[in-house]
């Protein structure tokens, strides 16, 4: 009878050893169905107060979080692959990437980021990137534009994305090509309307001053990430603060003249010593950005991310998780940056060796953080417009729109102070 009892409370003890206490979302290229869908899960679990962590270089860059039913149905439900792991399996993982002898890390997630969309009223969500994997990832945002920024509401925002906008007041230098369509002239319009409604004579003197408080966003600690046309404009029309730099066509006055050497290096965020396109009718805001230089075949163009150590720069870690190194290049106003302009304190985190282009770069402004991200579809090599939206379910392991997600995942990260 002794012996039997003894039996049975075994059985329990080993049961309760083996009881599942842990979720991994696996994020290696062969086992995760959908790597843009577990950020969304990921994300989720933090909103519903769940501990979560992220497993720096450990298959992929996986996520570890609590073993709950509604975890797993909610993975479940949106596709996303998981394994399950008992205390033991999960404590085995931890050891594994606490060795010195890896370069591997786990980072805490303690809250879900509040996120804000720059975007003018209207756009539809294939119109940027960011917007469109946000909603396929299910992760929420909010639409914000000129009004919301000039009336500091970026308060409440812990996370930025900047539209594929032009901050010079330029129109995206889209007159040379466009100037007699429709939507330009309705565009050109509208915006003329907003910066009077604001208070502004002119639409580049308005979008200078949405330029000036981002950046204070970031200087205050927010984190700003800029894709395409967003990147060199907004440096651009930072270094311009105070000088006309825009044609007669754009603002109804003559720019000012040799307004080159007028250019305030110092104001910008990445770039230095570039210099600005004159011609009204070029496509190009000046020569920071690579398109035109480009002698790159479409089956070869590929950029290849940093590999940093996740224990001692885990920031960069953080924005650089893929399942690989060699992500599919892809063109867009602004594709990529020359890395000679591109200021010695802003870390390269993706370039191609091809022609010296920075693809994917980070810095720090006061207490904030900035990336900026060429090109402007992950998905489409070389996107037109009014093209036809890109279908995420036809692309849920896309490296190149695993990069967005990481920057959008990385302010719910614990602080940890960078060693190096």
Not at 134 to 155: G, M, N, R, W
Request: hydrophobic share 40%.
């Amino acid at each position: 009878m002794i012996s039997k009892r003894v039996f049975f409370i075994l059985v329990f003890l080993v049961s309760i050893t083996a009881k599942a206490s842990f979720i991994l979302l696996p994020m290696d290229e062969n086992t995760q169905q959908n790597h843009l869908k577990a950020y969304g899960i990921t994300f989720w679990c933090l909103e519903k107060k769940f501990k979560a962590s992220w497993l720096l270089n450990y298959r992929g860059g996986s996520f570890l979080l609590p073993d709950a039913p509604e975890i797993r149905k909610e993975c479940q439900i949106r596709g996303v692959s998981f394994e399950v792991l008992s205390e033991s399996e999960e404590a085995r993982i931890l050891d594994e990437i606490s060795s010195p002898s890896q370069n591997m890390e786990t980072v805490i997630l303690e809250k879900a980021p509040r996120i804000a969309v720059y975007t003018p009223k209207g756009k539809q969500l294939w119109d940027d990137a960011v917007t469109l994997v946000l909603t396929y990832a299910e992760i929420p945002f909010t639409p914000i534009y000129d009004e919301e920024v000039l009336s500091d509401q970026l308060v409440l925002y812990d996370w930025l994305h900047l539209h594929h906008e032009d901050f010079t007041g330029q129109y995206g230098k889209f007159f040379g090509a466009y100037r007699n369509v429709p939507w330009y002239i309705e565009d050109k319009k509208e915006a003329e309307e907003l910066a009077s409604k604001l208070g502004f004579t002119k639409v580049s003197e308005e979008k200078g001053a949405v330029a000036k408080k981002i950046r204070n966003f970031v200087v205050g600690g927010g984190f700003m990430f800029a894709m395409c046309s967003a990147t060199d404009s907004f440096d651009i029309a930072l270094a311009a603060d105070g000088v006309d730099i825009c044609e007669p066509m754009f603002d109804g006055d003559p720019s000012d003249a040799n307004y080159q050497s007028s250019m305030n290096y110092g104001n910008t965020f990445a770039f230095k010593d570039f210099i600005l396109e004159r011609k009204p009718d070029k496509y190009e805001f000046s020569d920071i950005d690579m398109t035109e230089k480009r002698r790159i075949p479409m089956d070869k163009d590929y950029f290849t991310l940093m590999e940093f150590s996740a224990k001692w720069d885990p920031i960069p870690s953080m924005l650089c998780q893929n399942h690989t190194q060699l992500v599919k290049g892809f063109m867009g106003q602004t594709t990529s940056f020359d890395a000679a302009l591109i200021k010695s304190n802003v870390l390269i985190m993706g370039s191609c060796e091809l022609n010296g282009e920075a693809r994917y770069i980070h810095g720090e402004k006061g207490k904030g953080i900035f990336t900026f991200y060429g090109g402007h579809d992950p998905e489409d090599f070389q996107h037109q417009v009014g093209e036809a939206p890109t279908v995420l379910d036809l692309h849920p392991n896309s490296p190149g729109y695993r990069l967005i997600l990481n920057n959008v995942l990385f302010p719910a990260a614990r602080k940890k102070k960078q060693k190096t």
